[in-house]
C-alpha cells in the first residue's frame, strides 16, 4: 500500500514560517498532481493547496499570499510554505496525489493516495 510521507510540521509561534514536504514514494508517474489538505480539531478536512500537470496552482482563500506550493519537479517531492503563520492554521496537514489528476482541485475523491498528515500548531 503506497503511503505519502509528510514532514515538517511542528509547533512554533505566530508570524513565523514553516515548510513542509511530501514525498510520493513507489506512485506512478506522478508530477505535479498533488496537494495539501488540512484538518483543525472539531473541524472538516479543507484544501490548502493543490497544483496541476498545467502547472496551474489554487490556494484556499484563507492562506492567499501567506501559502505557497513549490515544486521539485526532479525529485518529484511537494511542498507547502507557510509564511506569517496563525493560531487558524493549527491543524494536521495531509498531502495527497494522484496521476490522474488532471485540474488542480480540493475535491478529496480525485486524489488516491493520502498521507498519514503532519501536525501544525500556531500558538
Known amino acids: 500500500h503506497v503511503q505519502l510521507v509528510e514532514s515538517g510540521g511542528g509547533s512554533v509561534q505566530e508570524g513565523t514560517s514553516l515548510t513542509l514536504s511530501c514525498a510520493p514514494p513507489g506512485i506512478p508517474y506522478c508530477r505535479d498532481c498533488m496537494a495539501w489538505f488540512r484538518q483543525a480539531p472539531g473541524k472538516e478536512r479543507e484544501g490548502v493547496a493543490a497544483?496541476?500537470?498545467?502547472?496551474?496552482?489554487r490556494y484556499a482563500d484563507s492562506v492567499k499570499g501567506r501559502f505557497t506550493i513549490p515544486h521539485d519537479g526532479a525529485k518529484n517531492l511537494l511542498f507547502l510554505r507557510m509564511e506569517t503563520l496563525k493560531p487558524e492554521d493549527t491543524a494536521k496537514y495531509y498531502c495527497a496525489a494522484d496521476p490522474r489528476l488532471v485540474t488542480a482541485t480540493f475535491w478529496e475523491a480525485d486524489y488516491g493516495y493520502w498521507g498519514q498528515g503532519t501536525q501544525v500548531t500556531v500558538s
Open positions: 497544483i496541476d500537470p498545467d502547472g496551474t496552482t
